[in-house]
């Protein structure tokens, strides 16, 4: 299932990088980009977990996200 851009979405699990969770379960975030090829779809997701906080990842897959 591939979200279409600037749809709002959450995260559906922990991101982690490294042994830092980067953005918790449910954190709202609004697709800025998506990549189609002859891989999976990945998106680059603009994250605010907290009020002021941006934060944008690179490479996320539909388990990744869940509709808001």
């Known amino acids: 299932m591939?979200?279409?851009a600037l749809s709002t979405v959450q995260a559906a699990r922990d991101i982690r990088y490294g042994?830092?969770?980067a953005v918790p379960t449910g954190a709202p975030g609004t697709i800025v980009n998506l990549q189609t090829g002859w891989g999976p779809?990945?998106?680059t997701v603009e994250f605010t977990p907290d009020l002021g906080t941006k934060l944008?990842?690179?490479g996320l897959t539909?388990?990744?996200l869940r509709t808001r």
Request: hydrophobic share 25%; net charge negative; proline share 7%.
């Open 56 to 58: 944008t990842l690179v």
């Open 41 to 43: 779809t990945t998106y």
């Open 19 to 21: 042994g830092t969770t």
């Open 62 to 64: 539909d388990s990744d």
């Open 2 to 4: 591939a979200f279409p």
